[in-house]
């Protein structure tokens, strides 16, 4: 597992790999990731929008950016925690990933962005 805080916003992030699938004729990789936003700060923010830079070992790097995360722009009172899934599909069997969460102060509307950590994605190893 990772984590960073960035201004009172904990991020901490687990991975799974979920084995190969197809999709359109290629093979591709498939990934999970588990993310748990907590605030630790005194005052109390909404997630607006995400950006994501998702790179993968064949020298491929796709950005990923909109609003909030699953279809929810969440709001954490001090305290507060927020979890989530998502997932990813490479074509290399490694590769990372990295990015921020713009959040709102919702008191003072100030908008601030929050690291999230770079993340490994690899599938297990086998030893012979």
């Given at each position: 597992?990772?984590?960073?805080?960035?201004?009172?916003?904990?991020?901490?992030?687990?991975?799974?790999?979920d084995?190969?699938?197809?999709?359109?004729?290629?093979?591709?990789?498939?990934?999970?990731?588990?993310?748990?936003?907590?605030?630790?700060?005194?005052?109390?923010?909404?997630?607006?929008?995400?950006?994501?830079?998702?790179?993968?070992?064949?020298?491929?790097?796709?950005?990923?950016?909109?609003?909030?995360?699953?279809?929810?722009?969440?709001?954490?009172?001090?305290?507060?925690?927020?979890?989530?899934k998502?997932?990813?599909?490479?074509?290399?069997?490694?590769?990372?990933?990295?990015?921020?969460?713009?959040m709102?102060?919702?008191?003072?509307?100030?908008?601030?962005?929050?690291?999230?950590?770079?993340?490994?994605?690899?599938?297990?190893?086998?030893?012979?």
């Amino acid at each position: 597992m990772v984590q960073q805080i960035t201004k009172g916003i904990k991020i901490s992030v687990k991975t799974k790999y979920d084995g190969t699938l197809y999709r359109n004729y290629r093979l591709y990789h498939n990934f999970s990731y588990y993310i748990t936003i907590e605030n630790k700060s005194l005052e109390t923010v909404q997630l607006t929008d995400r950006f994501w830079k998702i790179f993968d070992s064949l020298n491929t790097t796709e950005v990923v950016e909109g609003e909030g995360v699953v279809g929810q722009t969440p709001i954490l009172e001090p305290q507060d925690t927020y979890k989530y899934k998502s997932g990813c599909f490479l074509l290399s069997n490694t590769g990372a990933m990295s990015g921020f969460y713009t959040m709102v102060n919702i008191e003072t509307q100030q908008s601030f962005d929050v690291t999230i950590p770079t993340f490994q994605l690899s599938t297990p190893v086998s030893l012979n």
